[in-house]
């Protein structure tokens, strides 16, 4: 197992500088001249020039190629255009924000979504069931930005029941995790969007824990668990829902990488400072350094979720064993 | 006493396209002890049967009509919560597919304590003592019960079901061919147990099976069923040497005896009646040898022949000659001719 | 990577030889049965008739200005008989702007999957065909493909190109053909592995012949279910980006309607404004999301109700 992990860690790592060579060059592709952003276009053109000298903008694709791969292994992404500072900081303090309303939208549709769909399976063909479905694909198909758009306009314009922007009311300073994280005021803040996240994820969870449950129910280990006099409820979760969890595992795991791209717009509605509002900004801005920074950050979060959760695959399934 | 009373039992399955009439008018006793052994084609209905018995029926099959009373209470009309725990505690499954019967993701030991402590207050020890002690009984090793089932081999596995079936000394087991997924060897080793096991707890048994040499070795009493309804209901030892039915002397000729080595087999032609259609007359006649105008009109009520004999047939008194002639194979040629011309004059 | 999403597709049973035409009949006959389904079709219908003759049924151009009696623009108005939909801030007739993004969606859904559905399904067939070191090499670059943030790097890119639709079509389906391909190659490898490809190959069949003949008439119910959602996929992507800003800003689109209602701060107070494109995405997805039921259950037989 562990030379496993170590073999995929190694696979990971090839991947991400094939990731971040592949952004570089793409970056360098962008119209426009990058320091028309960061330099006063008043300023006389000594003073572009010498910005452009400083952050390496003359030198040839390749240089600047090797030096950014150089620092990349050191985990520095150079300096924001924008910020005019380190993006490895930004990044660390944009980080939590965006995992936090991942987490919470996760565990709101994997509670639901698994939940619910082992019993839609077992109340299969009601009319629950097929509004369950009609429930959770009309949120498959509601765009996020959307539906956020929608939740303010309700719940905070005209309700006020949630505030609308940020993690927290403006004026309120902390500086610990605790301090940040671990307030009322940023819970309230959080509600809205980890809902509109979680309503966009629900449709996976439990379309596929449906339908693998209704497989799972006709397996002759659920009539013989049946056999036994198991409590109706112990059938359901113990024998059936833990069988049918697998197949919702793996597939949340390739469905992460949709997940963050959805959260970018979620962060963008509801002013979230995370690294994919960053990220949409840093483009705007032509900030090559910041929007590579958090582009690889995402990308190896990404991969690191896969990972997380084939390894939690074959906790779940002792048939398994990677080697 | 008898353990079980069948009385005039209906099960319909509800599909899509209309109502399959799976068992009907069913009657049969089980004593105190008494091991019977359930034999027919595929789709005769007696699966549905042995899990009417627990109320494992599937949710589109229902109990339309009839009663089954074990030790002198209706199981058709007790609750979900009570019919529960009477599972395993008094009536036990061996179930047919020994692969797929243990959930793969949770070791064989706690699968047998889960079904302990679902009908008693044992602890987790206790538990696991019992399922040690059964264990031994149908000889596995205890460190078995640590294993996931996709480390055990299929005997294993079907001793491990067994094993489980025993744990609580059910009153009933029904064993729905709990070895048709083996190998020859195993087989016979394991209906050697659960013969033996049986006996020494004295409960009684329902064993299900299409092959009727098996339960000649096993069980005391045999009931022939054939399209949901019961055909021939005898002592095994009456049974073997003088069958009366004649859907019972084909299934004679199908499975030959050993001394009998060499010979051809002889099928019966035809195929098993269609059950979603309405039924005329007894349900063989299709592809009776001897069948008479009489035969597809009126269904045949079940008719003592002899002692704890029973059968369906029209013609008890002509069951010499009709054994003469299903030896031989013109008589069940006969048949295929027929059902060709049949076939030809609908078409 | 791909290890244990093999072991889940592998599960369904590979999807009886048909024909074509069987396809179709047994899908059409799975929407006249299912209810929901049947209006999924309907309202399909509804959105590709409004799509093709958008020109007409919108009244005015989308970037006409309107002005009121006094000589007024027409600035934020709530809907009525002129205006359906009502007015944007600088008063554009709203209702236009919604009936003339309906092409845009439809179109960019509709390309994006084809090509989409094209590369990926060749890639899928080719690596579960022959196997070895060629679907080696093309699962590696899945793999790669799979690592990259989808809305992240179609921001990028449309960044990078200049932002108009076919760009948007371009980035899309960049991102998108990894899925079709691990799934159609699972489903081929299972394919390949049956006697008529075996019993195709002795008698002397070419690879070519077999992809086409063999293999493709078996996978296609499973490409037209993937394509059904990759156009889903697609128009919501188009919606997405056009709402970041990395839209063509001439075209109309729904996303583009919500971008300029966002950026103006009209969000919370022109409901008009904000929820006709919105609802129009939801429909019209959640159309294709219910025809697409009725195919799932040609693909994977074991849907199918009893």
């Known amino acids: 197992m562990l030379k496993y992990i170590a073999k995929r860690v190694a696979i990971m790592l090839a991947m991400l500088m094939l990731v971040s060579t592949m952004i570089f060059f793409l970056f360098r592709a962008m119209p426009g001249d990058a320091t028309a952003f960061i ?27 090797t030096i950014f791969m150089k620092d990349l292994v050191r985990l520095d992404f150079g300096n924001s255009f924008f910020y005019g500072r380190p993006v490895t900081d930004l990044i660390k303090e944009r980080m939590p924000a965006t995992l936090i309303l991942m987490f919470s939208a996760m565990i709101i549709a994997y509670l639901i979504g698994v939940f619910g769909g082992a019993w839609m399976a077992w109340k299969r063909g009601s009319k629950l069931e097929s509004a369950g479905v009609t429930f959770s ?161 995402i990308s190896a979060l990404m991969m690191f979720m896969n990972l997380v959760a084939d390894i939690l695959y074959a906790v779940l399934d002792p048939r398994i064993s990677y080697k | ?45 007696k699966t549905t049967l042995a899990k009417s018995i627990m109320r494992l029926l599937p949710k589109n099959g229902v109990i339309s009509k009839g009663e089954m009373l074990f030790k002198g209470e209706d199981i058709v009309k007790k609750s979900k919560e009570e019919v529960r725990k009477l599972r395993l505690k008094e009536i036990a499954m061996i179930s047919q597919s020994a692969m797929n019967a243990l959930n793969p993701v949770y070791t064989v030991g706690d699968q047998l304590i889960e079904g302990i402590r679902a009908h008693s207050n044992a602890t987790k020890e206790e538990a696991a003592k019992r399922a040690e002690e059964v264990f031994k009984i149908i000889g596995l090793e205890a460190k078995r019960l640590k294993s996931y089932p996709h480390q055990m081999s299929g005997g294993m596995k079907q001793r491990a079901i067994i094993a489980m079936a025993l744990t609580l000394n059910p009153s009933l087991i029904i064993a729905d061919e709990p070895t048709t997924a083996l190998d020859v060897v195993v087989q016979d080793k394991i209906l050697n147990q659960i013969i033996e096991i049986q006996k020494q707890i004295n409960s009684s048994m329902v064993f299900i099976t299409h092959d009727i040499s098996v339960v000649s070795e096993i069980c005391e009493t045999i009931i022939v069923m054939y399209g949901g309804k019961i055909m021939e209901k005898a002592n095994t030892k009456v049974f073997f040497k003088a069958p009366y039915h004649p859907y019972s002397l084909g299934l004679q000729n199908a499975f030959p005896s050993i001394k009998e080595i060499g010979e051809e087999l002889i099928s019966i032609p035809g195929s098993p009646p269609n059950l979603m259609k309405e039924q005329n007359g007894c349900r063989f006649q299709e592809r009776c040898p001897f069948r008479t105008e009489l035969c597809q009109k009126e269904l045949p009520e079940l008719k003592e022949v002899g002692e704890e004999h029973l059968i369906a047939c029209h013609y008890p008194e002509k069951v010499n000659e009709f054994r003469e002639d299903a030896k031989k194979r013109e008589t069940w040629e006969g048949v295929r001719n027929r059902l060709i011309e049949e076939s030809v004059g609908e078409a | 990577m791909g290890k244990t999403v093999d072991v889940a597709s592998e599960k369904k049973p590979p999807v009886k030889r048909k024909d074509s035409q069987g396809i179709i009949a047994l899908f059409l006959k799975n929407v006249r049965k299912d209810k929901i389904a049947l209006f999924g079709a309907v309202l399909l219908i509804f ?45 554009r007739d709203v209702f236009s702007q919604v009936v003339l993004g309906t092409r845009t969606a439809l179109m960019v859904g509709l390309l994006a999957a084809l090509l989409v559905t094209f590369v990926g399904s060749t890639v899928g067939i080719i690596s579960g065909y ?55 190659r699972s489903q081929v490898l299972s394919i390949a592995k049956r006697p008529f490809i075996k019993a195709a190959k002795v008698a002397g069949a070419g690879h070519t012949r077999i992809m086409l003949k063999y293999i493709l008439p078996n996978v296609i119910p499973l490409i037209l279910l993937e394509m059904a959602f990759m156009v889903n996929f697609a128009i919501m992507a188009e919606a997405s980006i056009a709402f970041l800003g990395f839209g063509d800003p001439n075209a109309a689109s729904w996303g583009q309607i919500l971008h300029i209602n966002f950026v103006t701060g009209n969000s919370r107070n022109a409901w008009w404004w904000m929820g006709p494109p919105g609802i129009a995405i939801v429909l019209l997805l959640l159309s294709i999301f219910f025809l697409a039921r009725a195919l799932e259950e040609v693909v994977d037989p074991r849907l199918r109700r009893r």
């Open chain 1, 39 to 65: 330099v006063d276009p008043s300023m006389p053109p000594e003073a572009r020039e010498l910005m452009a000298e400083r952050y390496g903008l003359n030198d040839s694709k390749w240089v600047q190629y």
């Open chain 1, 137 to 297: 694909l009309i949120f498959r198909s509601a765009p996020t930005f959307w539906v956020g758009l929608m939740m303010i306009l309700v719940f905070s314009a005209r309700l006020r029941w949630f505030p609308a922007q940020g993690m927290r009311t403006s004026g309120y300073s902390g500086d610990t995790f605790a301090e940040i994280f671990l307030t009322l005021d940023f819970l309230k803040h959080l509600i809205l969007p980890s809902i509109v996240a979680g309503l966009y994820f629900i449709a996976t969870p439990l379309l596929i824990m449906r339908n693998s449950m209704l497989e799972v129910l006709s397996e002759d280990y659920i009539e013989m668990a049946n056999a036994k006099g198991l409590k109706e409820k112990t059938v359901l979760y113990k024998h059936a829902a833990r069988n049918a969890l697998l197949p919702v595992v793996t597939a949340g795991a390739l469905f992460i990488g949709s997940a963050i791209g959805g959260q970018v717009l979620i962060e963008v509605v509801f002013s979230w400072p995370g690294l994919g509002r960053e990220i949409v900004q840093a483009v705007t801005r032509h900030d090559y350094p910041l929007a590579q920074g958090a582009f690889i950050m």
């Open chain 2, 1 to 45: 006493m008898n353990l079980l009373e069948v009385r005039n039992l209906d099960i319909d399955y509800v599909t899509q396209e209309g109502t399959l009439k799976a068992i009907s008018d069913v009657s049969f006793d089980l004593k105190q002890g008494e091991s019977i052994g359930l034999v027919g084609e595929s789709g005769c209905g």
């Open chain 3, 47 to 91: 959105f590709i008739m409004v799509g093709i003759f958008a020109d007409f049924i919108a009244p005015y151009e989308i970037r006409d200005r309107h002005y009121n009696e006094e000589g007024k623009i027409r600035r934020l108005e709530p809907p009525s008989a002129e205006h359906w939909f009502g007015t944007t801030d600088v008063g």
């Open chain 3, 130 to 184: 022959f196997g070895g070191t060629v679907d080696a090499v093309l699962m590696r670059i899945v793999d790669f493909f799979y690592a990259i943030p989808f809305i992240p790097f179609v921001i990028v890119l449309s960044a990078v190109l200049n932002p108009s639709m076919w760009n948007i079509i371009l980035a899309v389906s960049m991102l998108s053909w990894r899925t079709v391909a691990r799934l159609v």
